[in-house]
Each structure stands twice: as C-alpha cells, then as structure tokens.
Antibody
C-alpha cells in the first residue's frame, strides 16, 4: 500500500536550516507529482511546493519562495525539502503528499514531521 | 493568486442534520476543487475531487457540487464520526491554495 514517511524535523534556531525527507513506498514514485504542505499548530493547511515526477517542474508558495527548495531522488524513492533562513512563523507540522495520477489533488499524505523554530 | 474562502469557519449541528459548507474562489477554477477532512489529531484525507467526484471508500453521505467560483460540500446526515475540520483546495495550477477550513462539531 502507499506509504509516505517524513523525517528530519526538529528544533532549529531562527536563521538556521533544516532538510526534511519523505520516504515513499507502494507506488511508482517517479510517475507522480509530490507536494509539501504545512500546518501551524491549531491552524489551517498551507500548501508550500510541488515537484513533477521528473523533477523538472517546480512551483512554490510565495511565503517560502527563495528560502525553501524542493527536490526528489527517484532512485532513492525520496522527496526532500531544504529549508533555510528559517523564522519563528515557519514552526509547523510539515507533510508530504502525493498528487493523484493525472491530477494534483492530494490522495495520500504522510504523518508529518514537526519543525520548531525557536532560540 | 486565487484566494479560497470557506464559510462558515465553524458550525455545530445535531446528528442526522444536513450540513453544508461553502468554498468560494476569487477567480474561476472550473471544477479543479478538492475537499479534505481532517479529524482531530489525524492527517487530512481527500473526500471529493473534481468538485463532485467521491473518492473511493468515502461514505455516500458526503457530496460535492459547484463549478467556476462557487462550491459546496454537503453531509446529508451528520454522524458523530464526521466531527472534523474540512478544507477545500484548488488544484488548477500553482499555488494549490487551501481554504481556511470549517470546523464541524456535534450539538
């Protein structure tokens, strides 16, 4: 079955960097768009970024453009989010999710990894 | 960028009630609209895609309608297990913006 497992979250100081990973299994990873989404504790969902199956097409939300970089390694069946210049308002649970075949709605989600930005 | 506005932000209804949540896009998005359910402490789960298509395994009491800018999620008979926050999301192109969410509680 489809599984997505995020890792790499933790406590980081303002201005610092962190790299999140999302290990995928149970489907042909390279055939699917993948997204990162975050959720501030007690708040709503914020879509962050999407990457095509080949990695050639990438989009970002304005809130993270220039600070976050999405990438993927299809050989390692993994998705990544490199986060830099982190701010307190980046504190959130970060989810990876699969875009449905032929579409971009999110049909499978990981359990999320918590990133806390604090001094 | 297209903004997605949900209403109400919260509602309380009785078991068996018909519940309607609306989502409005600031520009037309055809039918590229999905609805997600997030139960407390859980991961979001897609209920509806293409504005009205029911995702496999989702109970038939959930339905979606609309096209263009105005969309509706309806729960025909609210059940205790439907307590959750519901989000709409546009996916006709980046950014794949979510609505602010609607928290549904049992009265």
């Amino acid at each position: 079955q489809v599984q997505l497992v995020e890792s790499g979250g933790g406590l980081v100081r303002p201005g610092g960097s962190l790299r999140l990973s999302c290990a995928a299994s149970g489907f042909s990873f390279s055939d699917y768009f993948m997204s990162w989404i975050r959720q501030t504790p007690g708040k709503g969902l914020e879509w962050l970024s999407i990457i095509s199956g080949t990695g050639r097409t990438i989009y970002y939300a304005d809130s993270v453009e220039g600070r976050f970089t999405i990438s993927r390694d299809n050989a390692k069946i993994s998705l990544y989010l490199q986060m830099s210049s982190l701010r307190a308002d980046d504190t959130a649970v970060y989810f990876c999710a699969r875009g449905s075949s032929g579409s971009s709605f999110l049909d499978y989600w990981g359990q999320g990894t918590l990133v806390t930005v604090s001094s | 960028d297209i903004q997605m506005t949900q209403s109400p932000s919260s509602l309380s209804a009785s078991v068996g009630d018909r519940v309607t949540i609306t989502c409005r896009a600031s520009q037309g998005i055809s039918n590229y609209l999905a609805w997600y359910q997030q139960k407390p402490g859980k991961v979001p789960k897609v209920l509806i895609y293409a504005a009205s298509a029911l995702q496999s395994g989702v109970p038939s009491r959930f339905s979606g309608s609309g096209s263009g800018t105005d969309f509706t999620l309806t729960i025909s008979s609210l059940q205790p297990e439907d307590v959750a926050t519901y989000y709409c999301q546009k996916y006709n192109g980046a950014p794949l913006t979510f609505g602010g969410g609607t928290k549904v509680e049992i009265k």
